[in-house]
């Protein structure tokens, strides 16, 4: 028994069953249907995520820092891509045909990245000869030996930053130690056909979460009739169903992509997706027509010969993945796309204030724009868990959960990993065996485990606080989430003076960082977009929440920036100096860290001032 799994399953049945309860009870079927299409396509995606770093950094041998920034780019159109699918779908297709066509781009692309090749060679040149090195293992258990004379051999980093070969004899052709300039490390077989099914992969699942991602939630709130008490209830459940396939889907992707093989956590992430889009298909009825196109007649006219306008549109979408195949590759590219995006959108704003809007309108604009900045902040640190958090995890965390095997019962159950019971002798058939391993993709399921057990706190916290008037204002919110995600950083820096020999923290900082991430996305994530259409003028509305998205996309970009900065040389996959890893990974966890808790403490400092620029948009008889 493995127990991440069975703590996954305790934890998903004290909090499932409460919900499983008031989902049957009460609510309309389609929201099951919801639930459960939603649950699986969070499973895919996350899934996907929780080994893409590796994907990267240990099949396709690119360097952290160039990993990180395709990671920025993909996670970037990830948020972006909504605004085009939401759009079609109000249009022309309806949220239930968006839906549909996303989720079967979203099986494709989580099934083709299931087709790896064969990894890159990481190769060292050095006196005109060029050696190869043989990489083995996944995740935090990646090692890589450079071959010399057909022997491998460890390699690691001197203190002095030149390239150590361990055990190399005296009449080998190369010194047992290289100065940093007298060598070369290339990357020699990275199929460029493979790299491309990568891309396109990526491209496929970019395209289907812009169609699916959006109009799902926008059928959650179809189902319920305008001034429905159960709507918000709803949401909270549904929100539970995000969040319970996301934590699922790090624990067995994560194994598997790691113990497995990178074909068996994306292929099951795929598996996932597939899953979800037959509970959607087959629950059509339970929608109860709720989430049809807005003029059906118009989708069936021909517009191109015997092609109908929904056929083109899902064409010219299919068109579109030319552009983000070519987007996905080139993060600098998008990083313009996205600053050009914001500064246009910024100066459009600003003249609508200046031309168009009354003292109380103006105010209330400038306060959505504080927000959304707060929001940029709060995302670029907190969505460092796919990038530099999970390279943090597999270098600098102790991750079994035992640092020996641990007898209960006079030796009945035995608490330990395969090699902690090898190296102490024990039969795995002798004892009923809990296996204690905790890979590094795993450690991503810790914020969604947090939530699953915080959601249900925290909705009855500001109902609580709400009821007697001491809800605090988004201001104050948001101040509290950007210090929470910086102090969670700055526990990691804390947490390094018990680091081991290794230069490894243990895993409790990690775990508590997760927490304290949490408790800020509880924070934050619930009021930004309800401040938007709360905030925006009626004109407004559409286009700030197009912005809000943008935002969000500007922060993952950035987010990818900063995991680059984080980053440290690997060589096959394997990070040589964990003492280097380290240092590096704190000095960036330190200043941003510090950073948002001084933003956040300016937030706190602001807000008396800053909730009279709502002008009553949260009270109740606004």
């Given amino acids: 028994m493995n127990i991440v799994i069975a703590a996954g399953v305790l934890i998903t049945l004290v909090t499932g069953i409460p919900v499983l309860i008031q989902l049957l009870k009460g609510h309309p079927r389609g929201l099951i249907i919801c639930f459960l299409a939603e649950m699986w396509e969070r499973f895919s995606y996350y899934g996907m995520r929780a080994i893409l770093i590796f994907y990267l950094t240990q099949h396709f041998l690119f360097d952290p820092k160039t990993a990180s920034g395709h990671y920025g780019s993909y996670t970037s159109l990830v948020y972006l891509l909504p605004l085009l699918g939401g759009m079609l779908a109000d249009k022309w297709l309806g949220t239930r045909k968006a839906v549909a066509f996303g989720a079967l781009l979203l099986v494709a692309g989580h099934l083709a990245m299931a087709v790896e090749g064969k990894p890159a060679i990481q190769t060292l040149t050095y006196g005109g000869a060029t050696y190869e090195f043989q990489s083995e293992g996944r995740g935090q258990e990646r090692v890589s030996r450079l071959v010399v004379a057909g022997k491998p051999y460890e390699v690691a980093a001197t203190k002095t930053g030149d390239f150590e070969i361990k055990g190399l004899p005296a009449a080998a052709p190369l010194p047992a130690v290289l100065p940093k300039a007298d060598y070369k490390l290339d990357v020699a077989a990275r199929d460029p056909f493979y790299l491309n099914v990568f891309w396109f992969a990526l491209s496929l699942i970019i395209l289907g979460v812009g169609f699916l991602k959006p109009n799902i939630s926008t059928i959650v709130g179809q189902l319920y009739p305008q001034g429905d008490p159960r709507r918000d209830p709803g949401f909270t459940l549904y929100y539970y169903g995000i969040n319970l396939g996301s934590f699922w889907a790090s624990i067995l992707c994560g194994l598997l992509g790691v113990s497995v093989g990178w074909w068996a956590g994306f292929g099951l992430a795929g598996l996932g997706m597939l899953a979800g889009f037959i509970v959607f298909v087959l629950g059509k009825p339970w929608l109860e027509n709720k989430a049809e196109p807005p003029h059906p007649e118009a989708l069936k006219k021909k517009v191109l010969g015997p092609l109908s306008l929904?056929?083109?549109?899902?064409?010219?979408?299919?068109?579109?993945?030319?552009?983000?195949?070519?987007?996905?590759?080139?993060?600098?590219?998008?990083?313009?796309?996205?600053?050009?995006?914001?500064?246009?959108?910024?100066?459009?704003?600003?003249?609508?204030?200046?031309?168009?809007?009354?003292?109380?309108?103006?105010?209330?604009?400038?306060?959505?724009?504080?927000?959304?900045?707060?929001?940029?902040?709060?995302?670029?640190?907190?969505?460092?868990?796919?990038?530099?958090?999970?390279?943090?995890?597999?270098?600098?965390?102790?991750?079994?959960?035992?640092?020996?095997?641990?007898?209960?019962?006079?030796?009945?159950?035995?608490?330990?990993?395969?090699?902690?019971?090898?190296?102490?002798?024990?039969?795995?058939?002798?004892?009923?065996?809990?296996?204690?391993?905790?890979?590094?993709?795993?450690?991503?399921?810790?914020?969604?485990?947090?939530?699953?057990?915080?959601?249900?706190?925290?909705?009855?916290?500001?109902?609580?606080?709400?009821?007697?008037?001491?809800?605090?204002?988004?201001?104050?919110?948001?101040g509290l989430a950007l210090i929470q995600v910086g102090a969670g950083f700055l526990l990691l820096k804390w947490g390094a003076t018990f680091a081991d020999g290794a230069f490894r923290l243990p895993l409790i900082f990690l775990v508590l960082m997760y927490m304290l991430h949490t408790t800020g996305e509880m924070c934050m994530s619930p009021v930004g977009l309800s401040q938007m259409t709360k905030l925006s003028p009626l004109s407004m509305v559409s286009f700030m929440m197009a912005v809000w998205f943008l935002a969000l996309a500007i922060a993952q970009w950035v987010g990818g920036k900063i995991a680059g900065l984080a980053a440290t040389e690997t060589v096959g996959g394997q990070v040589l100096d964990p003492a280097l890893a380290l240092a590096s990974s704190l000095k960036v966890f330190n200043v941003i860290g510090l950073v948002a808790v001084a933003i956040g403490v300016g937030f706190l400092a602001l807000s008396p001032i800053l909730k009279k620029w709502s002008h009553g948009a949260d009270d109740v008889t606004a």
């Fill in 310 to 478: 929904e056929t083109m549109i899902y064409a010219v979408s299919l068109l579109g993945l030319v552009g983000i195949f070519f987007l996905v590759q080139f993060n600098g590219v998008v990083g313009m796309a996205l600053n050009i995006g914001i500064i246009a959108s910024l100066a459009y704003i600003g003249w609508f204030m200046a031309t168009k809007c009354a003292k109380a309108e103006r105010e209330r604009l400038a306060l959505a724009v504080f927000l959304i900045f707060g929001a940029v902040v709060f995302w670029t640190l907190f969505e460092q868990a796919g990038s530099s958090l999970s390279l943090f995890a597999a270098t600098n965390v102790q991750l079994d959960l035992v640092r020996e095997p641990v007898r209960l019962l006079g030796g009945a159950i035995t608490l330990a990993t395969g090699e902690q019971l090898k190296a102490a002798g024990i039969d795995p058939a002798s004892t009923f065996w809990v296996n204690t391993s905790f890979n590094a993709p795993q450690t991503q399921m810790l914020n969604a485990g947090w939530i699953l057990i915080f959601a249900p706190v925290f909705a009855a916290l500001w109902t609580f606080l709400g009821a007697r008037g001491r809800d605090p204002n988004p201001v104050i919110k948001f």
